[in-house]
């Protein structure tokens, strides 16, 4: 009978403790979660949820990760290629990106370094990259464009250098990080 009593102390003692200790955590990441919510990550997780969606109009078009492509364009002859509006590319552009129409009128200029199209959240540049491919030319699609560049910690730049606006296409789309101003 003593060791009934002793283990249903210890059994009593254990599940005490995993209530206790369950109980802390749980507050813990509750507390954590609405006192101090990190409105970066939800905005990247919208991003990466909208392109999701746009991506089923587009589904064999080779995306490249924005990090990646920040990598590649140190090391690699990358042209960016922004198939935005003229007035949203006067706002800011990638580093040394061209506009579409300027890509457009000769891609064989341009063999020998590997393009990579964007956009705000890389939809137009996919239907781009996507009617390119259907040519027989190789263009990547920045996934989740100029949104997830930024937010990956890539630069934009205006005819002055470095800039902290940009022009997102629509209200839906303010999903720049905290310190950009977006333009619609």
């Given at each position: 009978?003593?060791?009934?009593?002793?283990?249903?102390?210890?059994?009593?003692?254990?599940?005490?403790?995993?209530?206790?200790?369950?109980?802390?955590?749980?507050c813990?990441?509750?507390?954590?979660?609405f006192?101090?919510?990190?409105?970066?990550?939800d905005?990247?997780?919208?991003?990466?949820?909208?392109?999701?969606?746009?991506?089923?109009?587009?589904?064999q078009?080779?995306?490249?990760e924005?990090?990646?492509?920040?990598?590649?364009?140190?090391?690699?002859?990358?042209?960016?290629?922004?198939?935005?509006?003229e007035?949203?590319?006067?706002?800011?552009m990638?580093?040394?990106?061209?506009?579409?129409?300027v890509?457009?009128?000769?891609?064989t200029?341009y063999?020998?370094?590997?393009?990579?199209?964007?956009?705000?959240?890389s939809?137009?540049?996919?239907?781009?990259?996507?009617k390119?491919?259907?040519?027989?030319?190789t263009?990547?699609?920045l996934?989740?464009?100029?949104?997830?560049?930024?937010?990956?910690?890539?630069?934009?730049?205006d005819a002055?250098?470095e800039?902290?606006?940009?022009?997102?296409y629509?209200?839906?789309?303010?999903?720049?990080?905290?310190?950009?101003?977006?333009?619609?």
């Amino acid at each position: 009978m003593a060791k009934k009593s002793l283990f249903s102390g210890w059994l009593l003692f254990f599940c005490s403790l995993f209530i206790v200790v369950s109980a802390v955590l749980l507050c813990r990441n509750w507390t954590t979660a609405f006192f101090h919510p990190d409105p970066a990550a939800d905005k990247r997780e919208q991003i990466d949820k909208l392109y999701g969606e746009y991506k089923k109009e587009f589904p064999q078009v080779l995306d490249i990760e924005p990090k990646l492509a920040m990598d590649m364009s140190r090391k690699l002859r990358v042209l960016f290629v922004d198939d935005r509006e003229e007035a949203e590319q006067r706002v800011s552009m990638l580093p040394g990106a061209v506009p579409a129409r300027v890509y457009l009128q000769d891609p064989t200029k341009y063999s020998a370094d590997i393009v990579i199209g964007y956009c705000t959240i890389s939809y137009r540049s996919g239907i781009l990259a996507q009617k390119l491919q259907a040519q027989g030319v190789t263009m990547y699609n920045l996934k989740g464009g100029m949104l997830a560049w930024l937010h990956s910690g890539g630069k934009i730049f205006d005819a002055n250098g470095e800039t902290r606006r940009i022009h997102v296409y629509e209200p839906q789309l303010d999903l720049a990080p905290e310190g950009y101003q977006a333009l619609w």
